[in-house]
């Protein structure tokens, strides 16, 4: 058990920068895992801290030990790998036992070590088999087996899951939340699937172009995200974003205004992007009257994709408010709109709907620098009542 | 179908026995394979002759005494006299023999150091190189593998008159400036001046092949090995070279064959054929051979004898040789 600590690595590859900058910080214990995009450069990150690659600058702290320069055998550290990567010439216990035998541990003590790691993976009467008899989840315990049984102070793993098929997946999830608690060792995940991010870690660190964007437990990063890669990143089917401009009575966008008081937000005047997640649009006709619902905004419905438990309708924003453009601005931005409804909800295709965003959910973002500037606007919109009433009524005659 | 095959039937008739076969074996599947599988066997026959038939001769000549060995026509009716080698005789002791007339053990030894040294100085030396050209990316890695390459198309005969000189004794300068650069230690008639040779001349194709091997091992197995606890240098020898086993038999078997069978260098390297100066065993063959005399039966005696520690290598070797020269591919 350690904490880790990244300091201001980069990692340079010729002329392409993996990793710029990266601090980073987890506690003794954790679970964190490191989400991105394919090639975002986390994967680059474990190695770092594995010692596989070594950082062009920034040092990596395990424990108290500057580690940046040992080699990965002398880390404390095990890995389990994407490619599971069992020797194929070793039968299951030699896999297991392999570190424990290169650090020249005597027999029962490896013995005694292999049972108890085979144990809390499960594997009992399996070690001597040769990994290709056995099936792609009792590989991947394997591996787990054989970095557990070192009793590392940080555990790694590099997608171990993802070759697995899906149900064996969600399975393997539960397992490994299930050890960590059992084990309590710090725990460094990279996963490109935020689902298995949201529901293991203690904190997400989502990483894009080799820079991290936010780390905070995953609950923190669905609802604060602290810009807009983030926003769109975490939550699936991810945010919808409009392009808008921020005055002092709200937001303006080429299909619809939001009326608040916009005192205190930067940057007054200037280009914002609006965020508001599938489940935060609602029918009018079906709005919680609890939300502070915002104004009603005119869209038509383009293709619905039901789900059994829920609906995702995509909206299309031109066609119902086309007159309320001006030509010019007509946007090469995002004109749709995603939402979910109940499953139950009658509606059909090419629909003309009236929908509702809630107030508390709605994020603005800086356009330009994608930072966000604010989470909610139901507080602000408090301070101006009268205004937002009204366009609400002017633009509900207009659907009749 | 009935209609098809009434008029193959009538077609039969009207054709000639060849064009019937022919027929045949283009429609029916059963004479088809008959004819495949006779292919086959004509050809396995072949090439079985023309590999064992060396090996036959060798046999009657080593059995048969040496006063005899003039005659090897065979009758055979209609044909008449055939020369065609059948034993004379049976003289076994020409095997004793061999070891009498000249110490041909010794010889044996000579060559079985000389290549068992060799090859495992390739091996070393080659995985090592084969590691950095097969799993590290560095700039001018191809160019440094085709100088590597360049090396082995050279003749070896052109590499002869230096290093002789050399082994001798004699001091080394650079060409054409004088300048001595080092004087090296007498190395004729030690196996030093013949394995240094050997090393350089058969490391390329090693090189090559382990290059081959190391490079399909996925990064993934060295990477867990190194987190497991081993160096580079370990993963190298406990992980990445177990796994391209195939390979390294194969560069094994070809290094060891190649020297084992050497006499141009050692017979130069070596002064005298004499096998205390290091002479290899096809210098024990040739030295039954006197100015005035030619034993035959006790060369051929003596190759049998020479021929039989490779034989059991190979079989042993042969099944991961095979593997080696085919495939070489390894499931992740």
Same mark, same amino acid.
């Given at each position: 058990?350690?904490?880790?600590?990244?300091?201001?690595?980069?990692?340079?590859?010729?002329?392409?920068?993996?990793?710029?900058?990266?601090? !980073?910080?987890?506690?003794?214990?954790?679970?964190?895992?490191?989400?991105?995009?394919?090639?975002?450069?986390?994967?680059?990150?474990?190695?770092?801290?594995?010692?596989?690659?070594?950082?062009?600058?920034?040092?990596?702290?395990?424990?108290?030990?500057?580690?940046?320069?040992?080699?990965?055998?002398?880390?404390?550290?095990?890995?389990?790998?994407?490619?599971?990567?069992?020797?194929?010439?070793?039968?299951?216990?030699?896999?297991?036992?392999?570190?424990? &035998?290169?650090?020249?541990?005597?027999?029962?003590?490896?013995?005694?070590?292999?049972?108890?790691?085979?144990?809390?993976?499960?594997?009992?009467?399996? !070690?001597?088999?040769?990994?290709?008899?056995?099936?792609?989840?009792?590989?991947?315990?394997?591996?787990?087996?054989?970095?557990?049984? &070192?009793?590392?102070?940080?555990?790694?793993?590099?997608? %171990?899951?993802?070759?697995?098929?899906?149900?064996?997946?969600?399975?393997?999830? *539960?397992?490994?939340? &299930?050890?960590?608690?059992?084990?309590?060792?710090?725990?460094?995940?990279?996963?490109?699937?935020?689902?298995?991010?949201?529901?293991?870690?203690?904190?997400?660190?989502?990483?894009?172009?080799?820079?991290?964007?936010?780390?905070?437990?995953?609950?923190?990063?669905?609802?604060?995200?602290?810009?807009?890669?983030?926003?769109?990143?975490?939550?699936?089917?991810?945010?919808?974003?409009?392009?808008?401009?921020?005055?002092?009575?709200?937001?303006?966008? =080429?299909?619809?205004?939001?009326?608040?008081?916009?005192?205190?937000?930067?940057?007054?005047?200037?280009?914002?992007?609006?965020?508001?997640?599938?489940?935060?649009?609602?029918?009018?006709?079906?709005?919680?009257?609890?939300?502070?619902?915002?104004?009603?905004?005119?869209?038509?419905?383009?293709?619905?994709? %039901?789900?059994?438990?829920?609906?995702?309708?995509?909206?299309?924003?031109?066609?119902?408010?086309?007159?309320?453009?001006?030509?010019?601005?007509?946007?090469?931005?995002?004109?749709?709109?995603?939402?979910?409804? =109940?499953?139950?909800?009658?509606?059909?295709?090419?629909?003309?709907?009236?929908?509702?965003?809630?107030?508390?959910?709605?994020?603005?973002?800086?356009?330009?620098?994608?930072?966000?500037? *604010?989470?909610?606007?139901?507080?602000?919109?408090?301070?101006?009542?009268?205004?937002?009433?009204?366009?609400?009524?002017?633009?509900?005659?207009?659907?009749? | 179908?009935?209609?098809?095959?009434?008029?193959?039937?009538?077609?039969?008739?009207?054709?000639?026995?060849?064009?019937?076969?022919?027929?045949?074996?283009?429609?029916?599947?059963?004479?088809?394979?008959?004819?495949?599988?006779? !292919?086959?066997?004509?050809?396995?026959?072949?090439?079985?002759?023309?590999?064992?038939?060396?090996?036959?001769?060798?046999?009657?000549?080593?059995?048969?005494?040496?006063? &005899?060995?003039?005659?090897?026509?065979?009758?055979?009716?209609?044909?008449?006299?055939?020369?065609?080698?059948?034993?004379?005789?049976?003289?076994?002791?020409?095997?004793?023999?061999?070891?009498?007339?000249?110490?041909?053990?010794?010889?044996?030894?000579?060559?079985?150091?000389?290549?068992?040294?060799?090859?495992?100085?390739?091996?070393?030396?080659?995985? !090592?190189?084969?590691?950095?050209?097969?799993? /590290?990316?560095? %700039?001018?890695?191809?160019?440094?593998?085709?100088?590597?390459?360049?090396?082995?198309?050279?003749?070896?005969?052109?590499?002869?008159?230096?290093?002789?000189?050399?082994?001798?004794?004699?001091?080394?300068?650079? %060409?054409?400036?004088?300048?001595?650069?080092?004087?090296?230690?007498?190395?004729?008639?030690?196996?030093?001046?013949?394995?240094?040779?050997?090393?350089?001349?058969?490391?390329?194709?090693?090189?090559?092949? /382990?290059?081959?091997?190391?490079?399909?091992?996925? =990064?993934?197995?060295?990477?867990?090995?190194?987190?497991?606890? *081993?160096?580079?240098?370990?993963?190298?020898?406990?992980?990445?070279?177990?796994?391209?086993?195939?390979?390294?038999?194969?560069?094994?078997?070809?290094?060891?064959?190649?020297?084992?069978?050497?006499?141009?260098?050692?017979?130069?390297?070596?002064?005298?054929?004499?096998?205390?100066?290091?002479?290899?065993?096809?210098?024990?063959?040739?030295?039954?051979?006197?100015?005035?005399?030619?034993?035959?039966?006790?060369?051929?005696?003596?190759?049998?004898?020479?021929?039989?520690?490779?034989?059991?290598?190979?079989?042993?070797?042969?099944?991961?040789?095979?593997?080696?020269?085919?495939?070489?591919?390894?499931?992740?």
């Amino acid at each position: 058990m350690a904490r880790v600590h990244l300091d201001d690595v980069t990692k340079r590859y010729e002329d392409i920068v993996a990793v710029d900058e990266m601090n !980073l910080e987890i506690r003794d214990g954790e679970f964190v895992c490191l989400v991105g995009p394919s090639g975002c450069g986390k994967s680059t990150t474990m190695e770092t801290i594995a010692g596989l690659t070594k950082p062009t600058e920034g040092t990596v702290t395990i424990g108290e030990t500057d580690v940046t320069n040992l080699p990965p055998k002398d880390r404390g550290v095990s890995m389990v790998f994407q490619n599971i990567a069992l020797f194929p010439h070793m039968n299951v216990y030699e896999n297991i036992s392999f570190g424990l &035998r290169l650090r020249k541990f005597d027999t029962d003590e490896i013995d005694r070590r292999v049972e108890q790691a085979s144990d809390v993976v499960q594997l009992e009467g399996m !070690l001597d088999r040769e990994p290709s008899e056995l099936s792609g989840g009792q590989q991947q315990r394997v591996a787990i087996a054989r970095a557990i049984v &070192r009793k590392p102070d940080v555990f790694l793993m590099d997608e %171990p899951l993802a070759n697995l098929d899906a149900k064996l997946r969600v399975h393997m999830r *539960t397992e490994l939340q &299930r050890l960590h608690k059992q084990l309590d060792t710090t725990i460094i995940y990279v996963t490109h699937d935020q689902a298995e991010a949201m529901t293991m870690s203690d904190r997400i660190a989502v990483i894009n172009a080799g820079e991290l964007q936010q780390i905070d437990p995953p609950l923190v990063c669905y609802n604060e995200p602290k810009n807009r890669f983030v926003a769109g990143f975490i939550g699936s089917p991810s945010m919808n974003f409009v392009e808008g401009n921020l005055t002092d009575d709200g937001l303006t966008t =080429d299909h619809f205004d939001l009326e608040f008081d916009s005192d205190g937000l930067e940057p007054i005047d200037d280009d914002v992007t609006m965020g508001i997640r599938p489940e935060d649009i609602s029918l009018e006709r079906e709005a919680d009257s609890a939300t502070s619902t915002s104004e009603t905004i005119e869209a038509r419905t383009d293709v619905l994709e %039901p789900m059994g438990d829920e609906i995702f309708i995509y909206l299309s924003l031109d066609g119902a408010s086309s007159e309320m453009m001006t030509s010019n601005e007509a946007s090469t931005a995002s004109n749709q709109l995603l939402m979910s409804v =109940d499953p139950d909800t009658e509606v059909g295709e090419d629909e003309s709907v009236s929908v509702v965003l809630d107030r508390s959910k709605v994020h603005l973002f800086e356009t330009a620098s994608g930072e966000a500037i *604010t989470h909610g606007i139901a507080d602000l919109s408090d301070a101006t009542p009268t205004a937002s009433v009204a366009p609400e009524a002017e633009s509900g005659g207009q659907h009749e | 179908m009935g209609a098809a095959s009434d008029s193959t039937q009538t077609a039969d008739d009207e054709m000639g026995p060849l064009e019937r076969w022919t027929h045949g074996v283009v429609n029916d599947q059963e004479k088809r394979n008959r004819l495949y599988k006779a !292919l086959f066997y004509v050809a396995a026959a072949f090439f079985l002759v023309t590999t064992l038939f060396p090996f036959y001769w060798l046999l009657v000549l080593a059995l048969t005494p040496s006063v &005899r060995q003039a005659d090897w026509n065979v009758s055979i009716p209609l044909l008449g006299e055939v020369p065609f080698p059948t034993p004379q005789g049976f003289n076994v002791y020409a095997f004793v023999e061999v070891f009498q007339q000249v110490p041909f053990h010794l010889y044996v030894f000579n060559s079985f150091v000389l290549a068992t040294a060799t090859t495992v100085i390739v091996l070393l030396l080659a995985s !090592l190189a084969g590691y950095v050209f097969g799993r /590290l990316e560095f %700039p001018g890695r191809g160019l440094m593998m085709l100088a590597i390459l360049a090396v082995s198309y050279f003749p070896p005969a052109a590499f002869l008159i230096p290093l002789y000189d050399a082994f001798l004794g004699n001091a080394v300068y650079i %060409p054409f400036l004088d300048i001595e650069l080092f004087e090296p230690p007498r190395l004729v008639n030690t196996p030093g001046s013949m394995i240094m040779p050997f090393s350089a001349l058969f490391l390329p194709l090693s090189i090559f092949i /382990l290059t081959t091997f190391y490079s399909q091992i996925p =990064d993934g197995l060295e990477d867990a090995a190194r987190v497991e606890g *081993t160096t580079r240098l370990g993963a190298l020898f406990r992980v990445i070279m177990p796994l391209s086993a195939p390979g390294v038999a194969t560069a094994a078997v070809l290094t060891f064959i190649a020297v084992y069978n050497e006499y141009f260098f050692s017979s130069i390297m070596a002064l005298q054929n004499q096998p205390e100066q290091w002479s290899p065993l096809v210098g024990g063959i040739l030295s039954y051979q006197t100015q005035y005399t030619t034993d035959f039966n006790l060369m051929a005696a003596a190759s049998i004898v020479g021929v039989l520690p490779m034989l059991i290598i190979v079989v042993v070797a042969q099944e991961k040789i095979v593997s080696g020269l085919t495939d070489g591919a390894l499931k992740e």
